[in-house]
DNA sequence: TCATTCTGTAATTCTGTTTATTACAGTACA
DNA sequence: TGTACTGTAATAAACAGAATTACAGAATGA
């Protein structure tokens, strides 16, 4: 995970999630999270693609979780954000006529592979209600 | 990890695995990966600091590993490189004046924590040699 | 001894990515 | 029908990573 989107929709869900049922404005959760409100439209745009969260337009509107947050796994909201690859994101390129540059980027993919299996099944075992039970009022 | 440098990294050692004792030139091992020497000895520089190799300065110079890849674990690679948090680089202030503001970034550096424990255990299991020792000639 | 070939580093420039900002159409409500 | 939202595109600003330039210092060997 090369950037801080997954952070950024943990922050998005928590709020959510300590909020059941109440529709929040994107300008309201940019408030907690200190950012600015059209990148969090952007990231809830994802979440909402991604079955997560489902949202309201027009006046009143706003986003709230798609499901409990208790059937919405961790490695879910990975699976959501994630687009490169774990570790560096290979956008090198190797010298071919070296037998390692040749070779590298197929055993670094089976490395990064094997990582992110274990990385995932850690994810799999929190729920976002497992998270967020953890704040305080 | 948010850069290429572990990838970088494992390029420089594996090759200097698969030419024990041999001097490597920082040129040499910028062409195989194809980037800039520059970048290459900066590098090297890391590793050397965490006493992973070790260089000779001056005509016919170079580096090479300071122990044998059996005894060098990808683990080891990763800690020294290692400077930020492997999910997102934290560098968010969240809204103190927000339960959840307040709280996230204490509750994503225990999970980080975590996670990257789960890693490390992975890459405790694979020295050197078994990386380099898949590469064929 | 001295030219050569390396390393070690600092400083600067270049480039790509991320984030913020601006703008505005569309939607729902009251 | 005005207001308050979302959704999205386009642009600008900020930042980070990498390349490049530059040069001092070290080892070699002719």
Avoid: W
Avoid at 22 to 27: F, I
Avoid at 32 to 39: E, G, K, R, Y
Avoid at 55 to 75: C, F, H, R, V, W
């Amino acid at each position: 995970m090369n950037n801080a989107r997954f952070p950024i929709s943990l922050h998005i869900l928590t709020l959510m999630a300590r909020n059941k049922g109440v529709l929040l404005s994107s300008e309201h959760i940019a408030g907690s999270i200190n950012i600015n409100p059209v990148l969090v439209r952007k990231e809830i745009s994802n979440l909402r693609n991604n079955g997560l969260v489902e949202s309201k337009e027009g006046k009143n509107g706003g986003s709230t979780l798609a499901k409990p947050a208790s059937d919405i796994q961790l490695s879910d909201i990975y699976h959501a954000v994630q687009q490169a690859s774990l570790l560096g994101n290979s956008r090198n390129h190797p010298n071919p006529a070296c037998s390692v540059g040749r070779q590298i980027n197929v055993h670094l993919d089976n490395l990064y592979q094997e990582i992110e299996g274990a990385l995932l099944r850690k994810l799999d075992k929190m729920t976002l209600e497992d998270f967020s039970a953890q704040f305080e009022d």
